[in-house]
C-alpha cells in the first residue's frame, strides 16, 4: 500500500483544479418521466459524456498529475476491465509518458481497443485464475512504473469526487445521492463531496445483485472478499472494496443496495429510449436503484450519478432487444 494521507474534501477541490480545462465539466440532465415515475426531482450526472466515455477520466488525470519528474520518465502502470484503462491510456497520453495496462482477456473488446486506440500497452490475463494485484505489483517492480490502481488510491478518489462536486453546485443541496460501487474510488470521493457541500444528503451505493462485497463488508464491519462476481456490470466486477475506500464508506455512505441484471437493462433501454443516451450497464447501477423503486424517493431531491457510455454496440444491441 502506499503511505499517502487518506483523502480529504481538500483533495476533492484540489482535484478540481487540477483537471480543470482537461476534463469535460459533464451535463446535469433531467427527465419528466424520470419524475414522474419516482415522484421525485431527479438530476443525472452525465459521465458517459466524460473524456473516453467514464468518470474515470478525473481520477486518472488527477493521480497523473502529481508524478515528480522521476515518475514521469518511468511511466504509469495499472489493472482495469475497461474504463480505467481506457482513462490512464488516455491521461498519460495527455501527460507525454508511457502506460501499460493489465486487462482482463475476456473484457469488452471496445474497451481494450480503445486503450490502445490512446497509445496504452495491454496485457492481458485470466481474470478467474489470475490474480490482477500481483501481476501489477510484479510488473511495477520490474519495469520500475508507478502503480495507480482503479480505486484504492488517494489521489484517484479526489478526481473521482469532482463529479459529486460539480453536481451539488449546479444544482443545490440534495436530499440523496445514489452512486454506483464496484471498488469504492466513486462513492468515496462523491460521499466526501456531498458531505462538505450537501451535509444533510444520504448517500446510496449501488452494486450489481451478483457482486455485494460492499454491502456485505458494511454490514460486517470489515472488508469481505468474494469470488469474481458474474454480471453484465463489468466496471463493477471488483471482488472488494478498496483500503483506503472503505473507512470513507464506513463514515459517509448510509448504506448500500443492489439490482439485477435484468433491472440494468430495463434502465439501459429507458435511458435509450427517454433520454436517448447510451449508457453501459455499470453505468445504470445508480439510476436502476431510483427508477426501479429500490429505494422511495418520493417528494425528494435526488442526484444519480451515470457513470459511463462504454459498451459493446453488439452487446447494447443485443440488451436492447
Known sequence: MSILPAPTYADVADAAERIAGAAHRTPVM??????????????FKCENFQRMGAFKFRGAFNA????????????????????????????????????????PEDAPAAKMEATRG????????????????????????????????????????????TSAKELIEETGPLDYLFVCLGG?????????????????????GVEPEAGNDAQQSLERGEIVHIEVPRTIADGAASTHVGEYNFPILKRLVDRVVTVS???????????????????????????????????PVKGKRVGVLVSGGNVDLARYAQFLA
Open 261 to 295: 441484471d435484468d433491472q440494468l437493462v430495463q434502465t439501459m433501454k429507458f435511458f435509450a429510449q427517454r433520454m436517448k443516451m447510451v449508457v453501459e450497464p455499470t453505468g445504470c447501477l445508480a439510476a436502476a436503484a431510483v427508477l426501479q423503486n429500490i429505494v
Open 184 to 204: 469504492g474510488g466513486l462513492i468515496a470521493g462523491c460521499a466526501l463531496a456531498a458531505a462538505e457541500l450537501s451535509p444533510s444528503c444520504t448517500v446510496i
Open 30 to 43: 433531467t427527465s419528466r418521466t424520470a419524475d414522474s415515475l419516482t415522484g421525485a426531482n431527479l438530476f
Open 64 to 103: 497523473i498529475s502529481h508524478f515528480s519528474e522521476s515518475q514521469r520518465q518511468a511511466g504509469v502502470l495499472t489493472y482495469s476491465s475497461g474504463n480505467h484503462a481506457q482513462a490512464i491510456a488516455l491521461s498519460a497520453r495527455i501527460a507525454g509518458i508511457k502506460a501499460t495496462i493489465i486487462m
Open 118 to 161: 490512446y497509445g496504452g500497452e495491454v496485457i492481458t490475463y485470466d481474470r478467474y485464475t489470475e490474480n490482477r494485484e500481483e501481476i501489477g505489483a510484479r510488473l511495477a517492480q520490474e519495469r520500475g512504473m508507478t502503480l495507480i490502481p482503479p480505486y484504492d488510491h488517494p489521489h484517484v478518489i479526489a478526481g473521482q469526487g
